[in-house]
């Protein structure tokens, strides 16, 4: 069996590769515009897009509470892949945030539960077919 072209398997990018204004990622509220050549319903921007306003809840969460996201890796002993450096790519959109961040976040911000409760994932204004 020929081995598949790794650049076409899977969702391997940077989150903030699929926005005009990477800078941007997880520092403004600002819904994120795509990139030149990605289209509006490219599930990588609908995820770039989540992960950026996950990242800005978790960045205001803390900035309330007066603390660092240096605090969630102390908080969080014994957690495989917990660690400040990831935890910062993820925030800048560096590295793709997995299932796991999500609900580690989720359990310890009520601003990120409202956020998903929210969150329409792009679909707002498409016709859903069930």
């Known amino acids: 069996m020929p081995k598949s072209d790794p650049s076409q398997t899977g969702f391997k990018y940077q ?3 699929m926005v005009r204004s990477p800078r941007q990622f997880g520092k403004s509220s600002a819904v994120l515009e795509p990139a030149d050549g990605i289209g509006l ?3 990588r921007l609908g995820a770039a897009r989540l ?3 996950v990242a800005n809840s978790v960045r205001e969460a803390l900035l309330a509470r007066g603390e660092l996201l240096q605090n969630l890796v102390e908080t969080t002993p014994g957690v495989p892949g917990m660690s400040y450096d990831r935890l910062l790519r993820i925030a800048r959109g560096e590295t793709l ?3 796991a ?3 580690n976040w ?3 911000y009520g601003e990120v539960r409202e956020l998903l409760a929210k969150e329409q994932f792009g679909f707002e204004t498409s016709d859903d077919k069930r």
């Open 97 to 99: 945030m997995q299932l």
């Open 51 to 53: 992960q950026h306003k």
């Open 15 to 17: 989150p903030r590769e």
């Open 41 to 43: 319903d490219d599930p």
């Open 101 to 103: 961040d999500l609900v």
């Open 106 to 108: 989720a359990a310890r």
